[in-house]
């Protein structure tokens, strides 16, 4: 079957960093999305990983091991408008029309 | 501004009361999906279309209904809404291209009674 396995929750501090990690089985890869939703507002897409490695955007960073099934969210310096869901999404094999999302990890940042 | 926009925010409804929740975007986007989100669940896809007059399911298409006659809209239909269709729905597009990101409506938070 398909699975995606996120935390649930996780707290953080202002100006800290924090890693939000990310396990998938899926039936095949074509890349991995990072999406983050404020409560009661839409996702809004972060950022997407194909290649094995470190992507980096400003304070967000992505990081993906497809051998492993494994990602994971970097958020530097957090700032308490980071505090949001941040959803994990796989693209399976021959699933371009389909993604898959974990439940997400509901971040709080405290000052 | 490049937007997708649903209509309408908040609904509530009885069992059986027929409702479509509506979905446009002025992006010119091929592709155009349904997503509902529940708790620890997070979204699932409902039904998604690749272009006008092509449509397929998703992950729980059961109780819904879509059309995609102009490329702009794509509307949901509840033909007899039920209890366990409570939730909160996402429209998405995107540009043709499974790399290529989601652009998400600002969502529908339908209770059926």
């Known amino acids: 079957g398909q699975n995606i396995d996120q935390p649930t929750e996780m707290t953080a501090t202002e100006g800290a960093i924090v890693q939000i990690n990310c396990t998938y089985q899926?039936?095949?890869?074509?890349?991995l999305f990072w999406y983050q939703q404020h409560a009661g507002e839409a996702p809004t897409f972060l950022s997407y990983?194909?290649?094995?490695g470190l992507e980096e955007k400003g304070r967000f960073s992505s990081f993906l091991s497809r051998s492993k099934g494994y990602s994971y969210l970097l958020l530097k310096e957090l700032q308490m408008k980071d505090s949001a869901s941040y959803l994990c999404?796989?693209?399976?094999?021959?699933?371009?029309?389909?993604?898959?999302f974990g439940a997400g990890t509901r971040l709080a940042v405290h000052p | 501004e490049a937007q997708v926009t649903q209509n309408p925010r908040y609904l509530i409804t009885v069992t059986g009361k027929k409702l479509t929740v509506t979905c446009s975007q002025n992006?010119?986007?091929?592709?155009m999906s349904w997503y509902r989100q529940d708790p620890g669940l997070g979204l699932r896809q409902i039904y998604y279309?690749?272009?006008?007059?092509?449509?397929d399911k998703g992950d729980v298409p059961e109780g819904y209904k879509v059309s995609r006659k102009e490329k702009r809209n794509f509307p949901l239909i509840l033909e007899s809404p039920s209890p366990n269709q409570t939730s909160l729905y996402f429209c998405?597009?995107?540009?043709?291209?499974?790399?290529?990101?989601?652009?998400f409506g600002s969502g529908t938070q339908l209770s059926v009674l």
């Open positions: 998405a597009s995107r540009i043709q291209g499974g790399d290529e990101k989601l652009f």
């Open positions: 279309s690749m272009n006008v007059e092509v449509t």
């Open positions: 999404a796989v693209s399976p094999s021959g699933g371009y029309n389909k993604l898959i």
């Open positions: 992006m010119n986007h091929e592709y």
């Open positions: 899926t039936s095949g890869f074509n890349g």
């Open positions: 990983n194909v290649l094995d």
